[in-house]
């Protein structure tokens, strides 16, 4: 259900009832944040990559696609930091005896903040009607100018003790804050403490003759040690881009919230090269590319907002969030982050080869800068399961649960239902599925009513189904049913093939998406 009428529980529910994701070892009680995804989880999954991968790689002459190994050389973790900085700071409740990052704990006590005074804004807004300005109103209310006042005070604190590695300092933060734990209700903190979200693992034949490896805890790395194999080989000039998908793990200690956070989880990224000084300009371009994106999927745009970093990580001069609002609120989908040359360098540094790039209009060699994208294509997932997910109450009564899925995201394209199981309608049915298969993912069914048919069509998302009845062997019609308005129409097997090719097509997103990017 959308994020108004639903909740993360009920996501779940219908998540495994419909074969979308199942925990994982489920038969063995299940591991904590490993999930897999069923038959129908995987075809949304895979359309999800598709559409990124077009937009990103497709429909960009300067970017091309690679598929780097999971495993990787250890000095590739030494060089890009994340063996001596990839810490989360953990803080633990005596009480309730969870716990939880500190930062967030802190960034969700901004969060209230910042929600009393959307409600200030609402209430004025309503007030006022059309004459309200909603800036000025900002910028003259007494409460909403204390409450910004405090905002800024905290945000400044946290980066100033994340900065300087004061753990001390953040859980007296948290203490003077008032934050208490969600479970217990209460401020029994432990101190805080780092804990590196690494996996490691060994390489060797002989217990004696093993070296230390690590599951790759992001994908960017795989791009920059093949700065130069991909430039050299494919020819490409500054600006370009690398794009991959590809896994990564992570030792989550306090993963929750279904697929937001995993120890195991997908990737999609670019990292985009550029003349050194001009990372802010593409920096703001590759901004304004991927919120078009996340439009361009039709949900409604308040449900997206960017948030700027006030702590950079180590590589970077600037970075941002594009943050959706899930069933649990607004949380981080994609980042955008301006790494500077942080990455090359320090891999030439620790691997002693030369990692430039020769500029033959400039006429010498220089270190890149980098802009890179990334996107959870897990959270991509919940976002567009939890945006499309409604129950709906019918003018006839009764209700029903459908997935508002876009068509070309959709993982079943159409499900054809022969009437009844007699007469030579199944016949009819699977010589239709036959000539459909080659190109869409399709569904048969004959069980049940065609009513109970429709209905679990339509929690699946299918956004047709086709009805073969009686007149359909004489003339070669069928009736079509679509899932968002529940309209049924008769038209002839060959109109069916244009419709599904209308529905489906990946490109009207594409370059309505494109119309609306940055030149």
Same mark, same amino acid.
């Given at each position: 259900?959308?994020?108004?009428?639903?909740? /993360?529980?009920?996501?779940?529910?219908?998540?495994?009832?419909?074969?979308?994701?199942?925990?994982?070892?489920?038969?063995?009680?299940?591991?904590?944040?490993?999930?897999?995804?069923?038959?129908?989880?995987?075809?949304?999954?895979?359309?999800?990559?598709?559409?990124?991968? &077009?937009?990103?790689?497709?429909?960009?002459?300067?970017?091309?696609?690679? @598929?780097?190994?999971?495993?990787?050389?250890?000095?590739?973790? &030494?060089?890009?930091? =994340?063996?001596?900085?990839?810490?989360?700071? /953990?803080?633990?409740?005596?009480?309730?005896? &969870?716990? *939880?990052?500190?930062?967030?704990?802190?960034?969700?006590?901004? #969060?209230?903040?910042?929600?009393?005074?959307?409600?200030?804004?609402?209430?004025?807004?309503?007030?006022?009607?059309?004459?309200?300005?909603?800036?000025?109103?900002?910028?003259?209310?007494?409460?909403?100018?204390?409450?910004?006042?405090?905002?800024?005070?905290?945000?400044?604190?946290? $980066?100033?003790?994340? !900065?300087? @590695?004061?753990?001390?300092?953040?859980?007296?933060?948290?203490?003077?804050?008032?934050?208490?734990?969600?479970? $217990?209700?209460?401020?029994?903190?432990?101190?805080?403490?780092?804990?590196?979200?690494?996996?490691?693992?060994?390489?060797? +034949?002989?217990?004696?003759?093993? $070296?230390?490896?690590?599951?790759?805890?992001?994908?960017?790395?795989?791009?920059?040690?093949?700065?130069?194999?991909?430039?050299?080989?494919?020819?490409?000039?500054?600006?370009?881009?690398?794009?991959?998908?590809?896994?990564?793990?992570?030792? !989550?200690?306090?993963?929750?919230?279904?697929?937001?956070?995993?120890?195991?989880?997908?990737?999609? !990224?670019?990292?985009?090269?550029?003349?050194?000084?001009?990372?802010?300009?593409? *920096?703001?371009?590759?901004?304004?590319?991927?919120?078009?994106? =996340?439009?361009?999927?039709?949900?409604?745009?308040?449900?997206?907002?960017?948030?700027?970093?006030?702590?950079?990580?180590?590589?970077?001069?600037?970075?941002?969030?594009?943050?959706?609002?899930?069933?649990?609120?607004?949380?981080?989908?994609?980042?955008?982050?301006?790494?500077?040359?942080?990455?090359?360098?320090?891999?030439?540094?620790?691997?002693?080869?030369?990692?430039?790039?020769?500029?033959?209009?400039?006429?010498?060699?220089?270190?890149? *800068?980098?802009?890179?994208?990334?996107?959870?294509?897990?959270?991509?997932?919940?976002?567009? /399961?939890?945006?499309?997910?409604?129950?709906?109450?019918? @003018?006839?009564?009764? +209700?029903?649960?459908?997935?508002?899925?876009?068509?070309?995201?959709?993982?079943?394209?159409?499900?054809?239902?022969?009437?009844?199981?007699? @007469?030579?309608?199944?016949?009819?049915?699977?010589?239709? /599925?036959?000539?459909?298969?080659?190109?869409?993912?399709?569904? *048969?069914? #004959? &069980?049940?009513?065609?009513?109970?048919?429709?209905?679990?069509?339509?929690?699946?998302?299918?956004?047709?189904?086709?009805?073969?009845? =009686?007149?359909?062997?004489?003339?070669?019609?069928?009736?079509?049913?679509?899932?968002?308005?529940?309209?049924?129409?008769?038209? +002839?097997?060959?109109?069916?093939?244009?419709?599904?090719?209308? $529905?489906?097509?990946? +490109?009207?997103?594409?370059?309505?998406?494109?119309?609306?990017?940055?030149?």
């Amino acid at each position: 259900m959308s994020n108004n009428n639903s909740s /993360l529980k009920d996501l779940i529910s219908h998540a495994k009832a419909y074969g979308f994701i199942f925990q994982s070892s489920e038969i063995y009680d299940g591991m904590g944040a490993v999930y897999d995804y069923g038959p129908n989880g995987v075809e949304l999954k895979n359309n999800i990559k598709n559409y990124w991968w &077009k937009s990103m790689v497709n429909m960009n002459k300067n970017i091309v696609g690679i @598929d780097s190994a999971i495993f990787m050389h250890p000095k590739t973790w &030494k060089a890009s930091g =994340h063996i001596d900085a990839f810490n989360d700071p /953990l803080i633990d409740n005596k009480d309730s005896k &969870k716990r *939880y990052r500190a930062d967030i704990l802190i960034e969700n006590h901004i #969060e209230k903040i910042v929600t009393k005074n959307n409600k200030e804004i609402l209430k004025a807004k309503k007030k006022f009607g059309d004459n309200f300005d909603k800036d000025q109103f900002v910028a003259t209310n007494a409460k909403i100018i204390e409450r910004n006042k405090k905002i800024i005070n905290i945000q400044d604190s946290l $980066s100033v003790l994340l !900065e300087t @590695d004061d753990l001390k300092g953040v859980k007296e933060l948290i203490e003077n804050l008032n934050i208490k734990c969600p479970i $217990s209700g209460t401020s029994n903190w432990t101190d805080v403490r780092q804990f590196n979200l690494m996996f490691k693992t060994n390489l060797g +034949s002989t217990a004696e003759n093993t $070296s230390d490896l690590f599951l790759r805890p992001e994908t960017a790395q795989g791009i920059f040690v093949n700065f130069l194999n991909v430039q050299k080989s494919s020819r490409m000039k500054i600006p370009f881009g690398i794009a991959q998908i590809g896994k990564a793990f992570r030792n !989550e200690i306090i993963a929750r919230q279904f697929i937001f956070r995993m120890r195991e989880f997908e990737q999609m !990224e670019m990292q985009f090269f550029i003349q050194p000084g001009e990372e802010m300009k593409w *920096y703001e371009y590759w901004k304004n590319y991927r919120l078009q994106w =996340h439009y361009s999927l039709g949900f409604k745009k308040e449900n997206y907002r960017f948030k700027e970093h006030e702590n950079l990580a180590h590589y970077a001069n600037a970075a941002c969030d594009i943050e959706f609002n899930f069933p649990f609120g607004f949380k981080e989908l994609e980042g955008i982050h301006s790494r500077t040359d942080f990455d090359l360098n320090s891999h030439e540094e620790y691997s002693g080869k030369k990692i430039q790039y020769f500029d033959s209009e400039l006429n010498k060699n220089y270190t890149p *800068y980098v802009v890179e994208t990334s996107i959870g294509l897990d959270r991509m997932f919940l976002a567009i /399961l939890s945006n499309s997910l409604q129950k709906e109450i019918l @003018d006839a009564g009764g +209700s029903r649960v459908v997935l508002k899925i876009p068509d070309f995201l959709a993982p079943i394209k159409v499900a054809v239902l022969p009437l009844t199981k007699k @007469d030579g309608m199944p016949k009819k049915a699977k010589e239709i /599925l036959k000539i459909l298969q080659p190109k869409y993912n399709c569904h *048969y069914e #004959e &069980k049940d009513s065609i009513g109970k048919r429709y209905r679990r069509q339509d929690a699946v998302g299918t956004p047709f189904c086709v009805t073969v009845d =009686h007149e359909s062997l004489l003339n070669e019609t069928i009736t079509v049913r679509e899932r968002d308005s529940m309209q049924q129409k008769r038209i +002839s097997i060959n109109e069916l093939k244009e419709l599904l090719e209308k $529905s489906s097509d990946i +490109s009207q997103y594409l370059l309505n998406q494109e119309s609306t990017n940055l030149e």
